[in-house]
């Protein structure tokens, strides 16, 4: 898991192991390019990737 992602591990752990890696990838790129707080950026980029995960699940 990404260090800057750490504090928010608890969020993290009851999604689907491909779930957490696209949210981890998304959360950073949200924080480098839109300069959100972490706290923010993890929130939106676990919707983003659940709503990934469905939509490649079917």
């Not at 608890?10 to 300069?35: F, P």
Request: no cysteine; glycine share 4%; net charge negative.
């Amino acid at each position: 898991m990404d260090w800057m992602f750490e504090d928010f591990k608890t969020d993290l752990d009851g999604l689907n192991s491909k779930v957490r890696e696209k949210a981890l990838e998304i959360a950073k790129e949200l924080v480098e390019k839109k300069d959100l707080p972490a706290k923010e950026a993890l929130q939106e980029a676990i919707i983003r990737a659940e709503e990934w995960f469905y939509d490649i699940e079917g």
